[in-house]
Structures are given as C-alpha cells and as structure tokens.
C-alpha cells in the first residue's frame, strides 16, 4: 500500500489582503482565508493516485489553528489523515524553516512512497517548497506533472509538461511530485464525507512533542532569509482615452498632450 503525503497551505484570500503603508506589512486580519488553489489540484492527483495504484493520504499543514479547516475541506475529498503543525515559535518562518519543520512532523506519521505539492503557494509564491521537501525527504522530484502513468515495483512513471511538448519520466520511490492544475481538477465533496470530515481526528504537532525537533531551525531563528520591506509594485500612470467625435481632433488632442508632457 502506497504511503502518500500531500502538503497543503492555508493562504489569505490576496485579493482582500491590504498593505499597511506604515509598516510595508501585510494586513491578513479579517480577511478570508482559503485552501491554496494549486494543493487542491495536487491532492486531485494524489486522490487519483490511491484510487488506481491503493494507498493511503495523510495531509499536512503548517499553519495557525484555524488551518485546521484546510484540513478538513481536504479530508472531505479523500485526504484519510490529517496533521496540523502550530505553534507561535513556528511563526515567521521563511521556506528554509517551513521545510525542515513540515519534515520533521512528517517523519513522527512514518515513511512516505510519494509527496505531492502544489506548484507555489498563491500568497508567499516562492516555489521554492518542494524542491527544499524533496531534498530533506531525500526523495526524488518530477515537476510540473501533467499525468500520472503508473506506480509500481517502487517507481513512478508519469508525464511532464515542458515548454515546447511534453516528456514522460521514471523515478523510484519515495518522490516529490507538483502537478499542472489543468489535469486535476479538484472534485467536490460528497455528503457523506463531508460530514465525516467535520469531526475526523487531527493530529496536531506542536514545538513540544515533535522527536528531534532543533529549536534554532524553526521559526525566525532557522529562516535564512529577512523580508525587510514589502511594497506594492508602482504602477504606470493610468492610460487616457481620447474621444473627442473626430478623428482629426483626435489627433490634434494627442499632440498637445504630447507635446505638453514634453514628449514631442
Ligand atoms: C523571512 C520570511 C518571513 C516570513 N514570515 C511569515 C509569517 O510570519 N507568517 C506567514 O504566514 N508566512 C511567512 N512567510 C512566508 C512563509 O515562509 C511561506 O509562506 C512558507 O515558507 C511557504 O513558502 P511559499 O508560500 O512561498 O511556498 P511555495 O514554495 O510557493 O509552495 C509550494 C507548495 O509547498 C507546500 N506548502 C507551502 N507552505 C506550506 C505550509 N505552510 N504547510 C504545508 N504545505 C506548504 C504547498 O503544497 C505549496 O503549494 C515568511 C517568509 C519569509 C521569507
């Protein structure tokens, strides 16, 4: 039986979130959060994955508590387990420390033949997640995944979506996969384990029962990196539209806003 480990993110909805001028921080308070959109397509495949091959899928975030409800929208269309990292001493972590954490809590579920990742987060868009979880797992990694062909005697055949075409790879177990979200849809949840999901057990880890756990790897003590600033793009000035009724006035109007910005 397969061992399938998939990695979801609870995210902000981004198109609410604000930024603090003051500060350059992001405002997430009062915003509605989601289940990263790309770890719904990578546990579509998982799901595929145990339907074809057999298996069983733990989940696993690294989050606040209310991340619980990313678990549990994914318990509901096929996750079995579901594991919640939290704690504050988790809190600021850069994707150095988010690994090695995600990894360690993994290691206290057992071993896993295949990890499934969505392709970046739709908040911190680093990408940089699975190929970090790939290496600490030492695991091999297929991108950009298009379709799963087999899973067998320890290997994984599966497809990948290049630029100009696509190319078909093996890999032996245990491996990383990201997937391309336009062959795996997320389904929607029946009745039945959406209810189950509700009340399913959770398996939280925190900074005290974790085996091995190393302090100054978690957290801002184990981030490599320092966001010193955010800030929103600037942008362009606003295009006008020139409609006076002519073409020629048109173009005279054009001239002399030209000419005025000092252009002509
Ligand atoms: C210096 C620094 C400080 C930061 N401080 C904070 C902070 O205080 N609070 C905060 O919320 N974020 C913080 N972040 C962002 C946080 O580190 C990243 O969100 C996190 O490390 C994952 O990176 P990403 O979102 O770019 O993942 P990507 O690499 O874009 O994600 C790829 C995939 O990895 C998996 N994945 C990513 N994150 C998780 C997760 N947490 N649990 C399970 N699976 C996951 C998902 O499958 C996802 O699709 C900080 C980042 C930096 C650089």
């Not at 009340?199 to 756990?213: F, S, V």
């Amino acid at each position: 039986m397969l061992n399938i480990l998939v990695c979801v993110k609870q995210i902000p909805d981004i198109d609410l979130v604000k930024m603090d001028p003051e500060t350059g921080n992001l405002v997430r308070a009062g915003v509605p959060t989601l289940t990263n959109p790309l770890d719904l397509n990578a546990l579509e495949a998982a799901v595929q994955v145990k339907e074809r091959f057999g298996g069983e899928i733990t989940l696993i975030t690294m989050g606040p508590p209310m991340a619980e409800s990313t678990l549990r929208e994914c318990l509901a269309v096929g996750g079995d387990e579901a594991v919640l990292i939290t704690g504050r001493p988790f809190g600021g972590a850069d994707t150095l420390s988010t690994s090695y954490t995600i990894v360690k809590a993994a290691e206290m579920e057992g071993k896993f033949d295949l990890i499934f990742c969505g392709k970046e987060s739709q908040d911190g868009a680093t990408g940089q997640m699975a190929s970090q979880l790939a290496e600490r797992f030492d695991a091999a990694q297929i991108s950009c995944c298009f379709s799963i062909e087999d899973v067998a005697d320890g290997k994984i055949r599966a497809t990948r979506t290049l630029e100009h075409g696509r190319e078909i790879v093996e890999a032996t177990l245990p491996c990383l996969v990201t997937v391309e979200k336009d062959n795996f849809y997320g389904r929607l949840p029946n009745l039945e384990a959406y209810l189950a999901a509700k009340t399913a057990p959770i398996t939280t880890y925190t900074e005290n029962n974790i085996d091995g756990l190393d302090p100054a790897k978690i957290g801002v003590p184990g981030s490599g990196t320092i966001v010193p600033k955010i800030y929103p793009p600037e942008l362009p000035e606003p295009g006008q539209m020139i409609r006076t009724g002519s073409v020629k006035s048109d173009v005279g109007r054009l001239i002399e806003l030209l000419t005025d910005k000092g252009s002509l």
